[in-house]
């Protein structure tokens, strides 16, 4: 006995499985950072750490990052692209600074910059850059840390050795003394 689906159950098996699109995974917030350099920059480039710290509880953060903290390096300056995954819905915060520089000379942008990621039941995410907690300010286009170099201060001068200025005169007097006694102890020769 074989057994028939009836045309009708293979229908709407058909359209059941054309209409239902698979959930996609929201695409992540992509946040360019640049970091610029001016002024008298050292020969060999400094490295620049970024530090993404999660204000809201349960923030996602990109790959590296742990509790609750993401960092990275730039060398030199230039830009990098921050990946937040956008996985859960709702409002995530974060801020993000500059760690300070190590070189004497340079001034580091210290700014902070209050970011807002949003995720919404469709998977839509948006990210919003502020600079105040409060998220109440002007929006950033970008998010740029400015650093500059003053001058290196150079070394003071130290003198140099002097060699020879007093050199030559004590040798002269010390040959002078020579031939001066070479003489007396020729003039003593012949007296014997």
Not at 96 to 101: F, S, T, V, W
Not at 144 to 172: H, I, M, Q
Not at 179 to 185: R, T
């Amino acid at each position: 006995m074989t057994r028939r689906i009836p045309a009708a159950a293979v229908l709407l098996a058909l359209l059941t499985a054309l209409c239902v699109t698979p959930a996609m995974a929201a695409a992540p917030a992509e946040l360019p950072v640049r970091i610029t350099v001016s002024g008298d920059a050292p020969a060999v480039p400094e490295t620049f750490t970024l530090t993404l710290r999660a204000a809201s509880d349960n923030a996602p953060l990109p790959t590296g990052g742990r509790d609750g903290v993401y960092t990275c390096t730039v060398s030199g300056g230039g830009t990098v692209t921050l990946s937040i995954p956008a996985g859960r819905e709702g409002k995530h915060l974060y801020t993000l600074r500059q760690e300070p520089g190590r070189l004497s000379h340079g001034r580091y942008d210290d700014r902070t910059y209050h970011i807002a990621v949003t995720v919404a039941a469709d998977g839509r995410c948006t990210a919003a850059v502020y600079g105040d907690p409060a998220l109440e300010g002007d929006k950033y286009d970008a998010i740029v840390f400015a650093n500059r170099y003053r001058p290196a201060p150079e070394e003071p001068l130290r003198p140099s050795p002097k060699t020879g200025d007093g050199a030559v005169a004590l040798y002269a007097a010390l040959a002078l003394g020579s031939m001066a006694g070479i003489a007396v102890l020729n003039g003593r020769k012949e007296q014997f």
